[in-house]
């Protein structure tokens, strides 16, 4: 099957780290996207991670294991604009992305 | 920078009627997807097209039909319109690779 699962809500304070966590379970899996949704807004691309390891974007770093079907999203240094929805997303060998259920991040002063 | 082009931004329709969403992706981007997203939802791929060719098929009800144009810009065509219909419509493009898409603003459409 194909499903991906996070974390419902995350909430953190300003300048705090958070780390939203993704498990998957598929197959024929080319890799892990992360996607940062405003209330209204439509879904922004943040990172992408074919091989295991880590990449980092500025605030913005993802994880990957590939063995461990796990991936993450930290974000650093929050900012109150930072809160949002954050969905993982898989990709596969045909032109489909399938979606996370969304962690919904909620930034506090 | 060019971003996807969405129209209309909202639209009203009634159960059963028909609905048309257009999309204008980024210039030079070779994929086209449509995502369904209702309330509190994640977003639903519906259908993709490379190359004005369709390329890959979701959760597209048979009332659904889509198609790419020569010029590169797509239509969602929806018909018989129900309640459950309405959401968010995002279209969203890419260059050789599914895995970063953009998005466009989207369509909210509400069937009444």
């Known amino acids: 099957g194909q499903s991906l699962e996070q974390p419902s809500e995350v909430t953190a304070v300003e300048g705090a780290i958070v780390q939203i966590n993704c498990t998957y379970q598929t197959s024929g899996f080319y890799g892990l996207s992360w996607y940062q949704q405003h209330d209204g807004g439509a879904p922004t691309f943040l990172s992408y991670?074919?091989?295991?390891g880590l990449e980092e974007t500025g605030r913005f770093s993802s994880f990957l294991s590939r063995s461990d079907s796990y991936g993450y999203l930290l974000l650093q240094e929050l900012q109150m604009k930072d809160s949002a929805s954050y969905f993982c997303a898989v990709s596969y060998n045909t032109d489909k992305l399938i979606f996370g259920t969304g962690t919904r991040l909620q930034v506090f002063p | 920078a060019a971003g996807v082009i969405q129209s209309p931004r909202h639209l009203i329709k009634e159960k059963r009627e028909t609905a048309t969403l257009k999309c204008y992706p980024i210039p030079r981007h070779d994929t086209v997807y449509w995502y369904q997203q209702g309330p509190g939802q994640d977003p639903q791929f519906l259908i993709s097209?490379?190359?004005?060719?369709?390329?890959d098929k979701g959760s597209i009800p048979d009332r659904f039909s889509a198609q790419q144009f020569s010029d590169y810009h797509s239509e969602l065509n929806m018909s018989s319109l129900e309640l459950g219909d309405s959401a968010l419509y995002f279209c969203?493009?890419?260059?050789?690779?599914?895995?970063?898409?953009?998005f466009g603003p989207g369509t909210r459409l509400t069937v009444t």
């Open positions: 969203a493009s890419s260059r050789k690779s599914p895995s970063e898409q953009y």
């Open positions: 097209f490379y190359e004005k060719m369709q390329s």
């Open positions: 991670n074919a091989l295991d």
